[in-house]
Structure formats: C-alpha cells, structure tokens
C-alpha cells in the first residue's frame, strides 16, 4: 500500500507497507512528476518500515520509475530513508558517494519526524569550474591514465569520452590505469550522455588490464566481487603502492 504523508510542498513523503502493486506505483510516479513540474528542487522521504512484498506489475512499473528517477535527478536534492531494516543503510552507503548533489540518508522507525526534518532542508550545490579528470602521460600509447579529483561534470564528460574513444580507435587491446585522489560522485546528468553506453560495450572487448589506484573500501569490493564476470583483468592497489600498481600495468608515468 502507498500512503502519502503531510510534508512541505518541496517535499514528496510517503509511506510503503504491506505488498506493493502496480497501481501504488503509478500514484507514485504521478505525485513526483507534478512535484518535479512544480519544483526546481525537491526531496523525498519514504518509510518502508511495513514493506512485505511487491507484485510483478509494481515490479515493472518500478523500474519504469528508476528510468523517470534518473533523467530528473539533478532536481533532488535529499533522500530519507526510514526502515528496520539493514539494507537501507547498504543502498544509502553505496549510492551516497556517487550522487554528491543528492544527499542520502538512513533513519530508524522512531525517527520519521527528523527524517522528514532533514529531508525539508535543501543544502546549496557545490560548484567548482576545475575539471575533475586529469589525463597522465605515460611510456605506453596503449594506456590511457588518468586523475580524479572532485565532481565529475556533465560539461568535462564530453573530453573524457573522446580521449577514450580515441584510444579505442588506435588499438585493439587497450590498458587503463585510474589514480583516485578524491571521487566527489558524478553528474548524474551523465547517465544521460548518448555516447556513454557505447564506450562501456567497447570496453567490454577492448580492455584488457585496468588498474585502480586509492579506490575506497566500497569500490575495491564491488571490483573484487565483479572481477570473475568479465574478460577484463582489474586489480585495485592503495595509494601507497602506485609503483606496484604501475609495474602490474607494464608501465610508467612521464613527466
């Protein structure tokens, strides 16, 4: 069952219990996009304390959402999570770091007024002009290396795609090499790039080694769990060992 919960106008809140069906969904979906025409900014709060179960149509039209989710979420700003369970916690941990400009946070069934308390609070957007990713020169024309240092930006996305793309045109079997100082998230108006799903495809076939350098604990795990699904050999190294990581790539930075 979807109930809608008393908030400020900027704020969509509801509660989700007992077995979800399509048509919750649907009064989900049709709440938010009046909220996202009305707003600039807006924020959510959803209680799924009472969540049992969800039919295949809610299922469907859930993932109809996610798709809706992701093209406006540039509008978000927070999200409040209430539950007893532990999986909020996991899903808020993971994604938070990713969406910088979308604050996500985990509460307690006792908590819903100061979930609701925080989710009303919509904090300014940071703004940097200095581009996030730095490219390295190296001994090796077949790797690309790179620096990341912030927010990745919609408007800096375009150049990252093209140095790519142009080392997929010279090769056949490419190496990358990635040094993390601070992953500030992404735009997610990134997602939403006509050039980024191709890229990935490509490099699905063309990668061959690529090498993480300073990766948080969360991205080490995700790549220690993904590495035995797919052709490409990825390996991670802490910031205190960018020599080995250097040497596993078979090269060296210049300059």
Request: charged share 25%.
């Amino acid at each position: 069952m979807f109930t809608q919960l008393p908030a400020p106008d900027h704020v969509l809140a509801f509660r989700l219990s007992g077995k979800i069906t399509g048509h919750d969904i649907k009064r989900y979906k049709e709440l938010l996009e009046t909220m996202l025409d009305t707003h600039g900014a807006i924020s959510l709060c959803v209680d799924v304390t009472g969540l049992s179960d969800m039919d295949a149509d809610a299922l469907l039209e859930g993932m109809k959402a996610d798709l809706e989710f992701l093209s406006h979420i540039r509008q978000f700003r927070r999200g409040a999570l209430v539950s007893d369970k532990e999986w909020p916690r996991a899903v808020t941990g993971f994604f938070g770091p990713l969406f910088p400009n979308f604050d996500m946070k985990s509460f307690a069934p006792e908590q819903v007024d100061e979930a609701l308390k925080w989710a009303a609070e919509l904090p300014a957007l940071p703004k940097s002009d200095t581009p996030a990713v730095r490219f390295l020169p190296t001994s090796r024309d077949d790797l690309l290396a790179f620096e990341i240092d912030g927010v990745i930006s919609e408007t800096e996305f375009p150049a990252v795609l093209t140095e790519i793309n142009a080392l997929f045109d010279r090769h056949d079997k490419v190496r990358l090499l990635g040094r993390i100082k601070h992953l500030g998230g992404f735009d997610p108006a990134i997602l939403m790039q006509s050039g980024l799903i191709p890229m990935k495809l490509t490099a699905m076939r063309k990668v061959e080694r690529y090498v993480i350098v300073g990766a948080p604990g969360w991205m080490t795990k995700m790549i220690s769990a993904m590495n035995p699904l797919f052709d490409v050999d990825m390996r991670t190294f802490p910031a205190d060992r960018e020599a080995d990581a250097w040497a596993w790539i078979e090269a060296e930075p210049v300059g």
